[in-house]
């Protein structure tokens, strides 16, 4: 195992940071709350995250005001200036939409979660001193702590990175899974009560069938958001809810209703032959 490896994996077992990741991340997930807030932060108008595209901006910023600061002379002091005060003014809702992401976490995503808040914090605060600075005067003072709060920037990427590509944070859990492309029986129709979700298996896949006032529905079991049992979840207005952190999707057609989700829930086509109800995919 690499050294970096090894520091992620004792970050990952630090309960410690527990006192203070929980009753952080139990105040953000109240002030998401909110449906629209909820769903324009979990990119759930986007079909995929928020947090992603954003941090391109004040990373991109920061990282050309630190080349600029380094080898661009003074003609280019004004270019670096205005990029470090784009930085800073898009890092607050960069901020908060992985907040929201990470306010669903548990466990050693958690706590790995913290430290990259924490890093990213503090280049942000490294940043905001380089640009007061800059603004009196002081070149050479601003053009060190900005190289530090690019170091941080560049330790917390790193780990935001491990988060989504290591530990697979916030992706879409239904990516992989595709059900049969020809009619396939699933269950026979009597079997089926109505109004009530019903798990069901077609090969390896599973999924959650609905049936209310005649019309069946069909949609992938697991949540596209962290792989939450959408079986065990609640039905309400031709609307299911994962009853993990709360994921709303359109029976009829998988759409996302509310977040966290961003990404549409596979939806399957119904039909009942002969007494079993049958799924192909769309």
Request: aromatic content about 4%.
């Amino acid at each position: 195992m690499s050294a970096l490896h090894k520091l992620m994996a004792r970050i990952e077992q630090t309960e410690a940071l527990d006192k203070v990741a929980q009753p952080v991340a139990g105040l953000v997930g109240r002030i998401v709350k909110p449906r629209p807030i909820r769903n324009i932060l979990s990119g759930s108008y986007l079909g995929h995250p928020l947090h992603p595209l954003m941090t391109d901006l004040p990373i991109g910023a920061w990282t050309m005001a630190t080349l600029l600061d380094t080898v661009g002379g003074r003609r280019a002091e004004p270019a670096a200036d205005l990029l470090v005060t784009a930085g800073i003014l898009t890092a607050a809702p960069t901020a908060w939409a992985g907040l929201n992401d990470w306010s669903d976490t548990q466990g050693g995503d958690r706590r790995v979660g913290i430290v990259h808040a924490a890093a990213n914090a503090t280049a942000l605060v490294c940043f905001t001193a380089s640009l007061v600075a800059r603004r009196s005067g002081r070149r050479r003072v601003a053009k060190v702590i900005a190289l530090g709060g690019f170091g941080l920037l560049m330790s917390g990427g790193y780990l935001g990175g491990h988060l989504s590509y290591s530990r697979g944070v916030n992706i879409n859990h239904t990516a992989w899974r595709e059900g049969p492309a020809e009619w396939t029986s699933v269950l026979a129709a009597s079997e089926l009560t109505d109004d009530m979700p019903q798990l069901v298996q077609v090969g390896d896949l599973s999924l959650v069938l609905y049936r209310s006032g005649g019309t069946l529905r069909a949609l992938d079991s697991v949540c596209s958001h962290m792989g939450g049992p959408l079986d065990e979840g609640t039905v309400d207005d031709g609307c299911v809810t994962c009853p993990w952190h709360g994921s709303t999707f359109r029976l009829a057609d998988g759409s996302v209703v509310r977040g966290p989700a961003s990404s549409e829930q596979p939806a399957y086509e119904t039909r009942v032959r002969e007494g079993h109800i049958e799924v192909r995919r769309r």
